[in-house]
């Protein structure tokens, strides 16, 4: 997928190509300080919001920097399939999974395959 920080709320324009699990329990993508600095992260950026607390699978809550951003959808060549999304997303300081947010489920239908078991009596 493809990010931004938002133009009208101070984004320069740069674009990166970044890789995120479609999670489907995830409110929140997730992003890197790594990934705003490729972004050029202008001072003075108003798509920063306040901390977002997140509660892991063990009951474990953990406060990270919330930042406003826009994704978009593309394939591997990095040629566009979407229109930007606008995304809510955590900053963690280092490399865990990247997860989805909830911005790209409710723009788009994501399709997923069900298959079912056969019995021997089907």
């Keep these: 997928m493809l990010l931004r920080l938002i133009p009208e709320l ?3 324009g740069t674009i990166i190509s970044i890789t995120a699990m479609n999670d489907t329990g995830s409110d929140v993508s997730t992003l890197f300080a790594s990934d705003l600095l490729l972004l050029n992260n202008p001072p003075g950026y108003q798509g920063w ?3 977002v607390g997140v509660t892991d699978a063990n009951g ?3 406060f990270y920097p919330c930042i406003l951003v826009q994704v ?14 606008f995304e809510r997303a955590i900053v963690k300081p280092h490399l865990t999974p990247r997860l989805s947010g909830v911005g790209i489920r409710q723009a788009l239908y994501i399709h997923r395959y069900c298959t079912r078991q056969r019995s021997l009596g089907d």
């Design 49 to 51: 919001q306040w901390p």
């Design 60 to 62: 474990t809550t953990t």
């Design 72 to 85: 978009q959808l593309a394939r591997e060549d990095d040629m566009s399939w979407s229109y930007w999304i």
């Design 10 to 12: 101070g984004g320069n």
